[in-house]
């Protein structure tokens, strides 16, 4: 019987993945053809999309960008057994794009069924799990700190330090929280690991609760997401009925129980103090800190908030264990981070790679250039909020210390690609007004800032390119980097000053940005 896979992840479905499916069971019955079809999550080849696999003896054969009204044409072309066809594109596991990458936490991802129990295990799920309940919890969380995995959402901060911060905090509950609430532009890892792996994410907040002493966990999706929420709500229920969830973890003495949130559909609940506030069904409005959440958390309890990146990174560590993982990447950025290739570029998708790897390398190596064929001009990086570079600091190795060096973030590794024909200007004057609109309101510096800069940046870009304005417009940024409360405002001047100090001709200063005081980094 052949075994044919057609994805279900949203990309897929949503250029009619459904409709594909059918397609090709409703023409293999017409033809008497016995199939084996698998609805298999994304490979992350984002611009091969649909992508169907068929298994055969050389491998998966793929045939990418395939339509419904293309379906007949593939059977009569042989496909079930790879035949030819124009939308043959081969050995999916030999496509380059992908051959080249390291793929440590996405391993999985397109290869197998996402709500297969038995596919999960086949493939390596749950070794991790079975060492962490052998393991002693102080020992695993030094273990956690020596593999150098720090938090994927974008801080970096040492995740094994957060859990031994929990695990030694005296409370009679403790919670894991996993941060899904994906909002950032470009970003769409933690999509695919939901959708095309969800075990992987549950098995490492398994492993949270086992490690910390928490027996109950909560993954805040956000509502925009209504595919992750069905997948992950599929998932839970058959990892519990499977024994891998509730009084008795695996057999084990731990208990541990798993729901889906719905996010309130607020870009600042990304953060995880206001994040915390909407789980409790509060407005969600940034807390002050201190106290952390580590121990002062979810209902006042001591709590593990990790993203989605983060959570599901630890099985590979726990199974392969610290020094395998720490041998990927460089300084102290350890490991591999998925890179989200977005904007104008021809074959967007996820890479995941050692830390290290060029903007450069990705943008061309893996991305092909633009697609509108227009030579690249700027690429942000981590987010709406992220840094603008220019091409003079695309060979900065993706490094959380060497780009802080230059006042960028690595973020959640989400890149916009813009071709020389966008207005730097225009995207800095945006990033305000993103920020106006997205702000909890709590702090001034946020709230009153983004407003006034919206104005002045629109009054430098309607003629007034006076000293006194650019001044304005940098002392602002100052004040909201180094008085907001959250990231939010914090980091809403990196887009700004970035546009501002290597593409002051957008802003019709001719060169003058770049003389004149920077705003702090």
């Given at each position: 019987?052949?075994?044919i896979?057609?994805?279900?992840?949203s990309?897929?479905l949503?250029?009619?993945?459904?409709?594909?499916?059918?397609?090709?069971?409703?023409?293999?019955?017409r033809?008497?053809?016995?199939?084996?079809l698998?609805?298999?999550?994304?490979?992350?080849?984002?611009?091969?999309e649909?992508?169907?696999?068929?298994?055969?003896?050389?491998?998966?054969?793929?045939?990418?960008?395939?339509?419904?009204?293309?379906?007949?044409?593939?059977?009569?072309?042989g496909?079930?057994d790879g035949?030819?066809?124009?939308?043959?594109?081969?050995?999916?596991?030999?496509?380059?794009?992908?051959?080249?990458q390291q793929?440590?936490?996405?391993?999985?991802?397109?290869?197998?069924?996402?709500?297969?129990t038995?596919?999960?295990?086949?493939?390596?799920?749950?070794?991790?799990?079975?060492n962490?309940?052998?393991?002693?919890?102080?020992?695993?969380?030094?273990?956690?700190?020596?593999?150098?995995?720090?938090?994927?959402?974008?801080?970096?901060f040492p995740?094994?330090?957060?859990?031994?911060?929990?695990?030694?905090?005296?409370?009679?509950?403790?919670?894991?929280?996993?941060?899904?609430?994906?909002?950032?532009?470009?970003?769409?890892?933690?999509?695919?690991?939901?959708?095309?792996d969800?075990y992987?994410?549950?098995e490492?907040?398994?492993?949270?609760?086992?490690?910390?002493g928490?027996?109950?966990?909560?993954i805040?999706v956000?509502?925009?997401?209504?595919h992750?929420?069905?997948?992950?709500?599929?998932?839970i229920?058959k990892?519990?009925?499977?024994?891998?969830l509730?009084d008795?973890?695996?057999?084990?003495?731990?208990?541990?129980?798993?729901f889906?949130?719905k996010?309130?559909?607020?870009?600042?609940?990304?953060?995880?103090?206001?994040l915390?506030?909407s789980?409790?069904?509060?407005?969600?409005?940034?807390?002050?800190?201190?106290p952390?959440?580590a121990?002062?958390?979810?209902?006042?309890?001591?709590?593990?908030?990790?993203?989605?990146?983060?959570?599901?990174?630890?099985?590979?560590?726990?199974?392969?264990?610290?020094?395998?993982?720490?041998?990927?990447?460089?300084?102290?950025?350890?490991?591999?981070?998925?890179?989200?290739?977005?904007?104008?570029?021809?074959?967007?998708?996820?890479?995941?790679l050692?830390?290290?790897?060029?903007?450069?390398?990705?943008?061309?190596?893996?991305?092909?250039?633009?697609?509108?064929?227009?030579?690249?001009?700027?690429?942000?990086?981590?987010?709406?909020?992220?840094?603008?570079?220019?091409e003079?600091?695309?060979d900065?190795?993706?490094?959380?210390?060497?780009?802080a060096?230059?006042?960028?973030?690595?973020?959640?590794?989400?890149?916009?690609?813009?071709?020389?024909?966008?207005?730097?200007?225009?995207?800095?004057?945006?990033a305000?007004?993103f920020?106006?609109?997205?702000?909890?309101?709590?702090?001034?510096?946020?709230?009153?800032?983004?407003?006034?800069?919206v104005?002045?940046?629109?009054?430098?870009?309607?003629?007034?390119?006076?000293?006194?304005?650019?001044?304005?417009?940098?002392?602002?940024?100052?004040t909201m980097?180094?008085g907001s409360?959250?990231?939010?405002g914090?980091?809403?001047?990196?887009?700004?000053?970035?546009?501002?100090?290597?593409?002051?001709?957008?802003?019709?200063?001719?060169?003058?940005?770049?003389?004149?005081?920077?705003?702090?980094?």
């Amino acid at each position: 019987m052949t075994r044919i896979y057609v994805p279900r992840d949203s990309s897929a479905l949503a250029l009619g993945a459904d409709a594909l499916a059918d397609a090709i069971k409703a023409e293999a019955a017409r033809r008497g053809i016995t199939i084996e079809l698998v609805r298999n999550g994304s490979r992350g080849l984002l611009w091969l999309e649909p992508l169907v696999e068929v298994q055969t003896a050389a491998g998966r054969i793929g045939y990418a960008n395939v339509d419904e009204s293309d379906v007949a044409a593939l059977f009569d072309a042989g496909f079930i057994d790879g035949g030819e066809h124009a939308r043959r594109v081969g050995v999916v596991d030999e496509i380059p794009y992908l051959k080249k990458q390291q793929r440590l936490t996405f391993a999985r991802i397109g290869i197998t069924d996402p709500l297969s129990t038995d596919d999960y295990v086949a493939h390596g799920g749950l070794e991790g799990l079975r060492n962490a309940l052998q393991t002693d919890g102080d020992a695993a969380c030094e273990a956690l700190i020596e593999s150098g995995l720090r938090g994927r959402g974008g801080a970096a901060f040492p995740a094994g330090i957060k859990w031994r911060t929990v695990r030694a905090a005296k409370a009679a509950q403790k919670y894991i929280v996993c941060n899904a609430d994906e909002g950032d532009s470009g970003t769409f890892s933690d999509r695919l690991v939901m959708e095309s792996d969800p075990y992987v994410l549950i098995e490492g907040m398994i492993i949270a609760g086992v490690v910390t002493g928490a027996t109950a966990g909560y993954i805040y999706v956000r509502s925009e997401y209504p595919h992750s929420i069905a997948t992950l709500e599929a998932a839970i229920a058959k990892a519990r009925a499977a024994g891998w969830l509730g009084d008795s973890v695996l057999g084990s003495a731990h208990r541990f129980e798993l729901f889906v949130a719905k996010g309130a559909g607020s870009y600042v609940c990304g953060e995880e103090t206001a994040l915390l506030e909407s789980l409790e069904g509060k407005r969600g409005i940034v807390r002050a800190k201190p106290p952390v959440p580590a121990l002062v958390g979810l209902y006042g309890q001591p709590t593990v908030i990790n993203n989605v990146i983060t959570l599901a990174t630890v099985p590979i560590i726990f199974a392969r264990g610290a020094a395998f993982y720490k041998d990927f990447g460089m300084g102290r950025s350890r490991g591999t981070l998925p890179f989200q290739l977005a904007g104008n570029v021809k074959q967007g998708g996820l890479v995941e790679l050692a830390f290290g790897v060029t903007l450069r390398e990705l943008i061309y190596d893996y991305g092909g250039g633009t697609a509108s064929g227009r030579p690249a001009r700027a690429v942000q990086v981590g987010g709406p909020l992220g840094t603008y570079l220019p091409e003079s600091q695309w060979d900065i190795p993706m490094d959380y210390e060497a780009y802080a060096a230059v006042g960028a973030v690595v973020g959640h590794g989400g890149l916009v690609v813009h071709d020389d024909t966008s207005n730097l200007a225009e995207l800095a004057q945006y990033a305000m007004h993103f920020c106006a609109i997205e702000s909890c309101g709590k702090c001034t510096p946020c709230r009153i800032g983004s407003t006034r800069g919206v104005e002045v940046i629109a009054r430098i870009r309607n003629g007034d390119t006076s000293t006194r304005q650019v001044q304005l417009l940098r002392d602002l940024c100052d004040t909201m980097v180094s008085g907001s409360l959250c990231a939010m405002g914090g980091m809403t001047p990196y887009p700004v000053m970035s546009a501002l100090d290597h593409f002051p001709e957008d802003f019709g200063l001719a060169g003058a940005g770049a003389d004149a005081p920077k705003a702090a980094a």
